[in-house]
């Protein structure tokens, strides 16, 4: 009689999702395999043609990493798929990835317990987009890509082999007891292809068919009702067509679209991101069927806290163009919420981002971790580490010079992984940077403690709530200026190194009833509104003595009224003017006695060279004006400034950036604990403080409530019952703090 295979889901511990495999908790940590390749000196590397001998390099270098006792591997595979109605799992010769026999046998070969995230490709072949050239996606500049998000024919070709790879691995008696979960990326990591080539697409014609199709559902074939919106008198349903380049890259004042005029942008934006989300939804129930609900389905992207940057930057020789496009603007990037709350999709993964993540530098996700947590779902990070070997191989991506520079910052990306998410997977590539015995063994340690840290509870952190808006993107002008430096780079900057925490989220989650309370509320580009978004602002955030900090142009875009400054009162109880330019953002401080601005800097100046419109200032003779901002004629208009309510307090920034010391001083205004007065990486959740620095010497780390503290990796209490710690850093590193019971993490 044949053993029953395990069944994996998703249930809670500590009030947190969680894997179970057969009812028992499992904290995911995994080895992310990459291809075993031959490399030749000058020439880059090319699969290796002697299969048993891929085999036996492959199981070579797991071993190293089961002998350890990580036995979760992720592990990509290509499903067979060889040209138009043509799939060969076995014969894969000529495709992107190995096959799925060759990763498991190796695996299987080095570590008998593995268990097993099963990463599938699921681009088109080549010879499928040869054979449908009008199935791709077509540029302005005349591009060919990848598979159209508007294809019928790829789905539903993609809808028959996906299930069949899935029941091939199910239905084999060695492989299918290791199965841990099934994972599938759609698009370029979420994103169209010519979104990430810096041009504007698609004007293919499967795109143009997909187009008309949605237009008549939407107006449910009313042909009057499509004029009326897109106010154009003689279209049809049969003459509507894709925005051209100069449409789709236009705005109606300065930097936003109004609400109230044409449709026909917003229109294709919406069919995109609907058909983006119903090909979510449908991939991934053709895998819950073909997997008969036995394992959980992981998914990549929900890139949302990265909005704003340039598709040039994953290029070595493009650079910034004088007119770079936002992804995110120009792809699918605006249906997340919606594909966070499908039944099938258990968990989402993403790598921490690149931007700065070496010494000194942080570990933040890429996606939106925290809407994802609220609806109940998994979330791991791609823990992508370029180590000092990868420096040695002149590799880039944010790449570490030295072993002790490695050293913390892997400890400082453990902090983040044990303070805030459900999983990791260690990654390395072709450069195989993890391969050193003290590198593998410190993961081996932090694979053990993450296992004892499901048993964490919960414990005090006051951080900032931080909202992105992905509807508001959408009423933006889609080039990278404002929100490169509005959300990406705040983020990276000012936020992570203000000494005090804070939550990154979708301004949806404020619907959620197990949404967290918080007394700063950051909301970076609230720019759309309606009546039920006023009121959920208002029921949510205007209460119990909350701060509010809006930035930009909060509520400027209004549903029914258009482009409005009465909307911007309405929602921040502040008065605005504007002048019609566009114009750099900085502001200088200009009042330095209440608690946000004493201390800081009196030469302190803020804010972005690019040069965005209108100009937002604050009339409003209530407000209490603390910094002005620098204009033509030598005007300097109030530009940050406070209003308190009686239940309430409404802070305004009309530029972006704010700087670390500006925050830490909002922070503690609105009653969040400050953990340093340094501008330092603090990082804190479920008993852990994380502290990261770039710059050696003395440190004061206060803690939210009087603790015996200990330092976890050298099991040092470095005090009992204490409000605060002194911390020595004698070089650049990073120590992990924890107030937890010693029970909890001794190893």
């Not at 050293?407 to 391969?435: D, K």
């Not at 081996?444 to 909202?467: C, H, M, N, Y």
């Amino acid at each position: 009689m044949s053993t029953p295979l395990p069944r994996v889901t998703v249930g809670t511990r500590q009030g947190r999702p969680v894997l179970l495999w057969n009812g028992e908790p499992y904290f995911y940590t995994s080895y992310f395999i990459r291809h075993v390749t031959d490399k030749e000196p000058g020439q880059g590397p090319r699969p290796v043609q002697d299969r048993e001998d891929y085999v036996r390099r492959l199981a070579d270098l797991l071993l190293l990493v089961g002998q350890r006792g990580i036995h979760g591997y992720e592990v990509p595979v290509t499903i067979g798929w060889r040209a138009p109605g043509e799939w060969d799992p076995v014969n894969t010769a000529g495709l992107y990835g190995e096959p799925a026999h060759d990763q498991f046998r190796a695996l299987l070969q080095a570590d008998p317990a593995a268990r097993i995230m099963v990463n599938f490709l699921i681009h088109a072949p080549q010879k499928w987009l040869e054979a449908f050239p009008e199935e791709r996606e077509w540029d302005d500049q005349g591009g060919h890509h990848e598979v159209s998000i508007g294809s019928d024919r790829y789905l539903e070709e993609l809808l028959v082999h996906v299930p069949a790879f899935v029941r091939y691995v199910e239905e084999n008696p060695q492989w299918a007891p290791h199965v841990l979960s099934y994972f599938f990326s759609y698009g370029h990591e979420g994103f169209t292809w010519a979104s990430m080539s810096n041009a504007v697409g698609d004007f293919s014609p499967t795109m143009h068919r997909c187009l008309r199709a949605w237009l008549r559902e939407r107006y449910n074939g009313d042909q009057a009702a499509l004029r009326e919106a897109w106010q154009a008198p003689e279209i049809t349903f049969e003459t509507a067509a894709v925005p051209s380049r100069e449409q789709q890259l236009q705005a109606d004042l300065g930097w936003f679209r109004d609400p109230t005029g044409s449709r026909q942008v917003q229109d294709y934006l919406e069919c995109r991101v609907d058909r983006f989300v119903e090909v979510h939804y449908r991939i991934a129930a053709a895998i819950r069927e073909a997997c008969q609900d036995r394992v959980p389905i992981y998914c990549f992207g929900a890139y949302l806290q990265v909005t704003g940057w340039p598709g040039s930057y994953w290029s070595d020789d493009r650079g910034l163009s004088p007119q770079e496009f936002n992804p995110h603007a120009m792809s699918v990037q605006t249906g997340w919420r919606r594909i966070l709350e499908c039944p099938d999709i258990d968990g989402w993964e993403s790598p921490y981002d690149y931007y700065y993540r070496q010494m000194g530098g942080v570990c933040l996700n890429q996606s939106v971790e925290q809407s994802m947590l609220l609806r109940g779902k998994l979330f791991q990070v791609n823990e992508d580490t370029r180590t000092f070997l990868a420096a040695e191989a002149g590799d880039v991506y944010g790449t570490v010079s030295t072993r002790e520079e490695t050293t913390a910052v892997h400890r400082r990306n453990f902090g983040a992984i044990a303070s805030h998410w459900s999983g990791c997977n260690w990654m390395e590539q072709i450069n195989n940077w993890l391969q050193d015995d003290e590198i593998l063994d410190t993961l081996a340690s932090f694979d053990r403690l993450l296992q004892k840290s499901l048993d964490w509870p919960e414990t005090p952190v006051d951080p900032i709530g931080v909202f992105v808006d992905e509807v508001s993107i959408r009423y933006e002008k889609p080039l990278v200026d404002l929100d490169w430096d509005l959300i990406y780079k705040q983020r990276v900057f000012g936020l992570s190194h203000c000494g005090v925490p804070f939550r990154f989220h979708l301004v949806d989650d404020l619907l959620l009833e197990n949404m967290p309370e918080y007394k700063c509320y950051m909301f970076l580009n609230l720019f759309y509104v309606d009546e039920a978004r006023e009121r959920l602002i208002r029921e949510k955030v205007q209460r119990d003595g909350k701060t509010a900090l809006w930035m930009v142009a909060p509520g400027f875009c209004h549903a029914t009224e258009g482009l409005s400054l009465k909307s911007m009162r309405r929602l921040t109880g502040i008065g605005f003017a504007k002048y019609d330019m566009d114009f750099e953002q900085w502001v200088t401080i200009s009042d330095y006695t209440h608690p946000i601005t004493a201390g800081l800097p009196h030469d302190l100046a803020y804010g972005s060279d690019a040069r965005v419109g209108p100009v937002f200032y604050v009339d409003d003779p209530e407000a209490r004006v603390l910094g002005r901002r620098l204009l033509h004629q030598g005007r300097h208009e109030p530009a940050i400034v406070l209003k308190e309510f009686p239940d309430y307090r409404s802070l305004y920034s009309s530029v972006p950036l704010l700087p670390a010391s500006l925050l830490r001083n909002i922070a503690r205004y609105a009653g969040c604990h400050v953990y340093t007065e340094e501008n330092d990486v603090v990082m804190a959740g479920r008993g852990l403080i994380t502290y990261h620095t770039v710059a050696p010497g003395p440190r004061l780390l206060r803690l939210p409530e009087p603790a015996t503290v200990w330092d976890l990796f050298s099991g040092e209490c470095l005090g009992q019952d204490v409000s605060q710690v002194e911390l020595a850093f004698a070089a650049p590193g990073t120590k992990v703090l924890t107030t937890l019971e010693e029970s909890l993490w001794r190893l």
